[in-house]
């Protein structure tokens, strides 16, 4: 079993393999259905006499009636943008359209962006320009088009916002004509905002054991260093009852583990009356036998005052006991730049508690290093907090100002001062040893994945912590018991 999840990936949300690109298709009722194009049934199709049938592309012969091109579909940044590909790519592909990963010969390119840090909004640049220069139709989507639609790189390219995914094959439609499509806008039920666009939507999951599941969308907090809320904006969450049919339905369908997520997920249903805790006890009710549900990132604020009901849930057997609880820094100073809405005490209780409530408990924290107000005393609290409470997964961030954010606007640290910080904290995450007492241990766990080294199956325990075992035939997608006969860097 892995000591700790390794402290160069951002976020437990982005563990996700990136480069992956949706190919599978999930059984009924969701079930991905090919659809046949014959225009003299559809009256709404030009013939084919008017249509340009074929044309030479790189050899190949490309049709232009649609719902027979491939798509070239990459996702950048959380969870939640994963699910939204996973969605995109399912009604793409129950109306005809051939997901592929090969984006030399795909007809058309559909990039869903991440705008929270700069590495990931660069990529997605790069890419875009990529397209352009190899003559592909773009269509861009996520948080960047969503938060910044004006940008000089996206200009002339077809949009899809946030809150629009389940209008991507007329998108994508009209992309391939040759026209452009920016849909931006949100959804609203009598005149408020809600969750987005249906849960029930076809569905082509990266992973057919794994149902990612999007509980709300947007926030309450306005951090001076994010700009997810000028993409993602104010809180709207779907109804419990939709979340819990998605929730049965997905099992139906052979899902064996489901991930709740969000922006963040402790900030659940204070705009529709309810709250994370009823969403959650509506939900173990409906968790089969050999199944579990993981909790996405909630922030410390919001769960607060639902601690007790919280802790009830993670003891629940069927209830990943693990919480990610992203914490930035350990000064009270810092924080109240952040604007983060909670004190480092805070924070300490909510870890204090849980640990005491729920036995084992695995807590997963973020921390930005070099925020351009932090002073080497504050980062020493931070290195202090971190050193408490030796935290097996800490994702370490080193600041970079994002455009139009007040931390932008903050006179900034020198980078090799940020890059030492980052060092000294890296160290002492590597200088301790959190699952050594698991050794020898018998352990339940259910297998989910493949692992990077293509001869273990990945697993994870009660604790949500990483356990490799044997790649055997009948194993993938069951729960059963390990003993831990070794512990170590993954």
């Not at 249509?51 to 030479?56: A, G, V």
């Not at 700069?118 to 990529?130: G, I, L, S, W």
């Not at 994010?226 to 819990?244: F, M, N, Q, W």
């Not at 809405?341 to 070099?370: H, N, Q, W």
Request: charged residues 25%; neutral net charge.
């Amino acid at each position: 079993m892995p000591s700790k999840t390794f402290a160069g990936l951002d976020d437990i949300e982005d563990l996700v393999n990136q480069d992956e690109v949706l190919t599978r298709q999930t059984s009924q009722p969701n079930f991905v259905r090919m659809r046949s194009h014959n225009p003299l049934k559809n009256k709404t199709e030009r013939p084919i006499s008017n249509t340009s049938l074929q044309s030479e592309n790189n050899g190949l012969i490309q049709s232009n009636i649609p719902g027979t091109q491939s798509i070239y579909l990459k996702t950048w940044g959380c969870t939640h943008n994963s699910s939204d590909s996973e969605y995109m790519a399912g009604q793409l592909a129950s109306y005809g359209y051939h997901i592929t990963d090969a984006c030399e010969m795909a007809d058309l390119w559909l990039l869903n962006s991440c705008t929270v840090k700069n590495p990931a909004e660069d990529h997605f640049r790069n890419m875009v320009e990529k397209g352009h220069k190899m003559g592909k139709p773009v269509v861009v989507a996520g948080c960047v088009p969503q938060g910044a639609p004006r940008q000089e790189y996206i200009k002339g390219l077809s949009l899809i916002g946030v809150q629009q995914i389940d209008r991507v094959v007329e998108v994508v439609e009209e992309t391939l004509k040759g026209n452009t499509v920016r849909l931006l806008g949100q959804k609203k039920v009598n005149s408020k905002k809600v969750g987005g666009a249906s849960l029930s939507l076809p569905k082509i999951r990266r992973n057919p054991l794994i149902e990612i599941i999007s509980i709300n969308t947007g926030c309450l907090n306005a951090c001076t260093y994010c700009k997810t809320k000028h993409a993602r904006g104010e809180l709207g969450s779907y109804p419990i009852s939709e979340i819990v049919e998605r929730a049965k339905q997905s099992f139906e369908e052979g899902v064996v583990e489901i991930w709740l997520t969000s922006e963040d997920t402790g900030a659940y249903g204070r705009d529709i009356g309810t709250s994370l805790p009823k969403l959650l006890l509506h939900l173990v009710e409906v968790i089969p036998d050999g199944c579990m549900l993981r909790i996405g990132m909630t922030n410390p604020p919001y769960i607060l005052e639902h601690l007790e009901k919280i802790a009830t849930v993670l003891n629940h057997p069927r209830v990943y006991a693990f919480m990610h609880i992203p914490v930035q820094s350990g000064s009270d100073r810092t924080l109240y730049e952040m604007r983060r809405e909670y004190t480092r005490e805070d924070f300490c209780t909510v870890v204090d508690f849980l640990r005491s409530k729920v036995p084992g408990i695995s807590i997963a924290t973020d921390i930005i290093c070099g925020f351009p107000t932090e002073t080497e005393e504050d980062f020493e609290e931070t290195m202090d907090l971190c050193n408490k409470y030796k935290f097996p997964s800490l994702f370490m961030n080193q600041f970079f100002a994002r455009p139009g954010t007040p931390a932008a606007r903050m006179p900034q640290i020198n980078r090799q001062e940020i890059k030492k910080r980052t060092k000294k904290l890296s160290e002492l995450f590597q200088s301790y040893e959190p699952y050594q007492h698991q050794l020898g241990k018998t352990q339940t766990v259910l297998v989910t994945e493949i692992a990077h080294d293509k001869i273990h199956y990945v697993g994870h325990n009660k604790y949500y912590e990483q356990v490799l075992v044997e790649n055997e035939e009948g194993l993938m997608g069951k729960m059963f018991q390990v003993k831990i006969t070794e512990t170590g860097l993954s």
